[in-house]
């Protein structure tokens, strides 16, 4: 919020989901974590794509699993954080994407 983006939370990718859907017009991207409960990040990228195909979708990890960035990649997902990262990092990619998606 400190950049100028309006951000919803959500704890878990179920929530998330539902934000979206809920707000469709107004989420241009979406953080998420790889490990959460509920849905876990790779099945929330999956519903995501399907539902909004050209949604940016920043994947966050605190462990590299090339397995899991691959399967991500094949979904649509391009953007991969490591934690820990610095915010501006975040705030490099989240501006990119979403000058890209227009």
């Given at each position: 919020?400190?950049?100028?983006?309006q951000?919803?939370l959500?704890?878990?990718?179920?929530?998330?989901?539902?934000?979206?859907?809920?707000?469709?017009?107004?989420?241009k991207?979406v953080?998420?974590?790889?490990?959460?409960?509920?849905m876990?990040?790779?099945?929330l990228a999956?519903?995501?794509?399907q539902?909004?195909?050209?949604?940016?979708?920043?994947?966050?990890?605190?462990?590299?699993?090339?397995?899991?960035q691959?399967?991500?990649k094949?979904?649509?997902?391009e953007s991969?954080?490591?934690?820990?990262?610095?915010s501006?990092?975040?705030?490099?990619?989240l501006?990119?994407?979403v000058?890209?998606a227009?």
């Open positions: 919020t400190q950049h100028g983006y951000v919803l959500a704890a878990n990718g179920k929530e998330a989901l539902a934000l979206v859907v809920s707000h469709p017009a107004e989420v991207a953080v998420t974590d790889i490990m959460m409960p509920v876990d990040g790779v099945a999956h519903d995501l794509k539902m909004h195909p050209q949604m940016p979708v920043i994947a966050c990890t605190g462990w590299g699993q090339e397995g899991i691959a399967k991500l094949g979904l649509g997902v991969f954080l490591e934690k820990p990262y610095p501006e990092e975040l705030l490099t990619i501006h990119n994407q000058t890209l227009g």
